[in-house]
């Protein structure tokens, strides 16, 4: 058998339409087969059905509930309209900007060392030495060589002080590690895996200085083992 969810061919879906609508349409299939077994006692008994008519009530509640849900998260409504007040789409997006901010940290870090290199290396005034020199220390004093090795310290830490500069101004924790950014994603099966190959398709282009690792799993499964 075939189904089909009427949203069309995508070719490069990332998980995101093409699951909301297989959902669906498997949930109106096992609301019309459950309909057909409480309509007859003898299918029901045939097919050793425990279905309750208040349990096939129940599921169409959350069938109802769960288009609603996805109204608020998108942030329209099924004709198109954009919803009023506050939604879970907007929280979704501030959430998002703020995450940003981590997934931004490395090559935005970048960014100021090469500024701050370019700038120190074409006007020949490191910033420990080049301030000693305003200040009226002599270059033949043997203190200046001593501002030349605060210099070489921050051309090393470099990387460092430009991220723990860039989480000061943002005000993000200062002591949070300095690696790589990861994504773990906790749930069943097939939310966690369509949550990962929707995750790691939207990366896939991304520079590695701005990409994520996305580990997905079951909870009362295998995530600890995967982790």
């Known amino acids: 058998r075939i189904f089909s969810t009427d949203i069309g061919v995508r070719p490069a879906e990332p998980c995101t339409i093409s699951v909301a609508a297989t959902h669906q349409?498997?949930?109106?299939i096992f609301?019309?087969?459950?309909?057909?077994?409480?309509?007859?006692?003898?299918?029901?008994?045939?097919?050793?059905?425990?279905?309750?008519?208040?349990?096939l009530s129940e599921l169409e509640r959350?069938?109802?509930?769960?288009?609603?849900a996805l109204e608020?998260?998108?942030?329209?409504?099924?004709?198109?309209s954009h919803l009023p007040g506050a939604t879970t789409s907007q929280q979704l997006r501030e959430k998002g900007a703020h995450w940003a901010k981590h997934v931004l940290e490395t090559p935005i870090a970048w960014i100021?060392?090469?500024?701050?290199?370019?700038?120190t290396v074409v006007s020949g005034y490191p910033l420990v030495s080049g301030v000693a020199t305003a200040a009226g220390l002599e270059t033949e004093s043997k203190y200046f060589y001593l501002t030349r090795?605060?210099?070489?310290?921050?051309?090393?830490?470099?990387?460092?002080?430009?991220?723990?500069?860039?989480?000061l101004v943002q005000r993000r924790p200062l002591l949070h590690r300095m690696v790589g950014r990861a994504i773990v994603i906790g749930d069943c099966p097939w939310v966690a895996q369509s949550a990962e190959a929707f995750l790691s398709k939207i990366f896939a282009c991304?520079?590695?200085?701005?990409?994520?690792?996305?580990?997905?799993?079951n909870p009362a499964d295998h995530l600890v083992h995967r982790m």
Do not use: E
Not at 62 to 68: E, V
Not at 149 to 167: E, K, N, S
């Open 25 to 28: 349409l498997l949930t109106q």
């Open 31 to 55: 609301v019309y087969l459950s309909s057909l077994l409480l309509a007859s006692t003898d299918l029901r008994k045939a097919a050793g059905s425990v279905m309750t008519d208040r349990d």
């Open 62 to 68: 959350c069938n109802r509930d769960c288009l609603a």
């Open 72 to 80: 608020d998260i998108v942030g329209f409504d099924r004709d198109g």
């Open 112 to 119: 100021l060392c090469f500024l701050y290199i370019m700038g």
């Open 149 to 167: 090795v605060f210099d070489g310290l921050i051309y090393m830490f470099l990387p460092q002080i430009c991220a723990l500069l860039i989480r």
């Open 206 to 217: 991304s520079y590695s200085a701005t990409g994520v690792h996305v580990y997905s799993g």
